[in-house]
């Protein structure tokens, strides 16, 4: 029985093995996915990203037993940074995640970003199809926080969530306007401290500021102590009238088509790449046009032409 089939039926090993195997970017991981995307797109796809330090993992570890407690199934896809010496990724979500780690209803992943920016392991998307696949209900991704470039999220998550922490001071006129477009849920963590409402407030003048169309989902900013437990209830309430308003005014349609349109060229991109860089490495041609590079004897422009028209002839 193939991979995919056991997944369907509930092997939960088989899960990780394949999610395993799609990380590791195996050939054999596409053929599982091709069985397994048919039974995706049920699942609730949340993305938390926010700055390092704003308890982002410690946020969705509540958020985690909310939705337990409301009887849904919970997948947690926590993409960590990879050392750009070692390759290795510190996966320090897990840690901070343990309670649940005996719950058969929730199923954590930890990826390394393996370099990739916007904060998005590459295999993110496809393991959360796999989760998806798995009968998950409810799919979270937490993603490092690298300002700006985290706007990778919107391209898989239905709901993203931004959180911040109070005392940025002069710092949240600094947040590009990128982050706070991304946004559909905007959190200020840790609201014990000085500074929370004066926090709030700003974000919210910001957010005022955005021009939105009559009808279009308007993000409200909640306050969250998720160390005690503090505001999750309201949050999760939060993101499920954004699910509703998706299904409601026909935004989630345009949603997905956007998504698997991006979905689709960024494969095809990838796969002509490998096909024509790789053929390059094996006959020889990549090393004769360096020299010829290296030597003035021709130009990349010139040399890219080349290339594609060999193996695009019209």
């Known amino acids: 029985m193939s991979l995919a089939e056991q997944i ?11 999610m395993r195997d799609i990380d590791d970017g195996a050939k054999s991981a596409m053929e599982e996915l091709k069985v397994l995307f048919p039974r995706t797109g049920n699942a609730f796809v949340i993305g938390i990203t926010g700055p390092p330090g704003a308890g982002k993992s410690t946020l969705v570890d509540q958020i985690t037993a909310e939705y337990r407690r409301r009887g849904k199934r919970i997948g947690i896809v926590a993409v960590d940074p990879t050392s750009p010496f070692t390759g290795g990724a510190i996966l320090g979500d897990r840690i901070r995640m343990n309670r649940h780690a005996d719950d058969d209803g929730v199923f954590i992943r930890s990826l390394a970003t393996r370099g990739h920016l916007g904060g998005i392991s590459r295999s993110t998307g496809d393991v959360v199809n796999v989760m998806d696949a798995m009968g998950m209900d409810v799919v979270i991704i937490e993603t490092v926080g690298v300002g700006q470039d985290e706007i990778d999220i919107v391209r898989m998550a239905h709901t993203t969530v931004v959180v911040m922490v109070p005392g940025l001071g002069d710092d949240i006129q600094a947040i ?33 500021m955005n021009q939105a169309r009559q009808g279009d ?22 993101m499920e009238s954004h699910r509703a308003h998706l299904f409601g005014s026909g935004s989630m349609k345009h949603l997905l088509e956007e998504k698997y349109s991006r979905m689709f060229i960024e494969m095809l991109k990838e796969r002509l790449f490998t096909e024509v860089y790789g053929h390059l490495h094996i006959d020889g041609t990549f090393r004769r046009i360096m020299d010829d590079l290296a030597e003035r004897r021709t130009d990349p422009y010139t040399a890219v032409d080349r290339v594609l028209a060999e193996k695009f002839p019209h």
Do not use: Y
């Open 217 to 238: 989902w308007r993000p409200k900013v909640l306050k969250t102590e998720a160390a005690r437990n503090v505001g999750i209830h309201e949050l999760v309430e939060e």
């Open 8 to 18: 369907l039926q509930g092997n939960i090993r088989a899960a990780a093995r394949l």
């Open 176 to 208: 590009k306007a990128g982050i706070l477009e991304i946004g559909d849920v905007f959190v200020v963590n840790k609201a014990d401290r000085p500074d929370t409402d004066r926090t709030v407030r700003e974000l919210a003048v910001m957010l005022e």
